[in-house]
């Protein structure tokens, strides 16, 4: 199984900070990754995908960059909003298991 | 715009079944190339991918549930369904399911349902 590792587990910031959250993969995923945000009592929003790819709808502010075993997920100018969870998640192949980090919550400092 | 809802009991007993349902709307459970998976979330935990179907009823799972899980699909009903069996409380969580492609991204979500297993 291919294992995905986020850091920080949790993160301090404030209103127009700039974020930056890591996910490291245990085996080269090329550029099959993507990124969610999940507020609570919410199911998860799509914000990256194939690493750098902003879905249709998502705010500029997010941005995705990586390939191989590292990626980063960056929010620039940090909303109200965007306080929330972010997971990532690894998408290879069709062959199981589809893999999410355990996750980044990001904190009104 | 393509919605995802899913339904079933809130309450299962220990080594009971765990039966859900997706019903999707505003598009075709049989448009080609559009995967329906599973995903759970443990209160205050991560996610964890369950399995995924193909309308054609395809399937792929997680080797860690494998044994105990069947999802399947009813294209007349534009619905998808996760059998989990032998459940324990380990198996508590909210259910999601969720459209992607192969090997990709979830892009639609359901709201998600929780189910907790209790006596």
């Known amino acids: 199984d291919i294992q995905m590792t986020q850091s920080p587990s949790t993160l301090s910031a404030s209103v127009g900070d700039r974020v930056t959250i890591t996910c490291r993969a245990s085996?080269?995923?090329?550029?099959?990754l993507a990124w969610y945000q999940q507020r609570p009592g919410e199911a998860p929003k799509l914000l990256i995908y194939?690493?750098?790819n902003l879905q249709s709808g998502v705010p500029s502010r997010f941005s995705g960059s990586g390939s191989g075993t590292e990626f980063t997920l960056t929010i620039n100018s940090l909303q109200p909003d965007d306080f929330a969870t972010y997971y990532c998640?690894?998408?290879?192949?069709?062959?199981?298991?589809?893999?999410f980090g355990g996750g980044t919550k990001v904190e009104i400092k | 715009q393509l919605q995802l809802q899913e339904s079933g009991p809130g309450l299962v007993k220990p080594s009971e079944t765990l039966s859900l349902t997706c019903t999707v709307s505003?598009?075709?459970?049989?448009?080609?190339?559009?995967?329906w998976g599973w995903i759970r979330q443990p209160p205050g935990k991560g996610l964890d991918w369950i399995g995924s179907i193909y309308y054609t009823g395809s399937t792929y799972y997680n080797p860690a549930l494998k044994s105990r899980v069947t999802i399947s699909v009813d294209t007349s009903k534009n619905q998808v369904s996760l059998r989990l069996d032998s459940v324990t409380a380990a198996d508590t969580a909210v259910y999601y399911c969720?459209?992607?492609?192969?090997?990709?991204?979830?892009?639609?979500w359901g709201r998600g349902t929780l189910v907790t297993v209790s006596s």
């Open positions: 969720a459209k992607h492609f192969a090997a990709a991204h979830f892009d639609y």
């Open positions: 998640q690894q998408y290879k192949s069709n062959s199981p298991p589809l893999t």
């Open positions: 085996q080269s995923i090329s550029t099959w």
């Open positions: 194939k690493a750098s």
């Open positions: 505003g598009g075709s459970i049989s448009s080609n190339s559009y995967y």
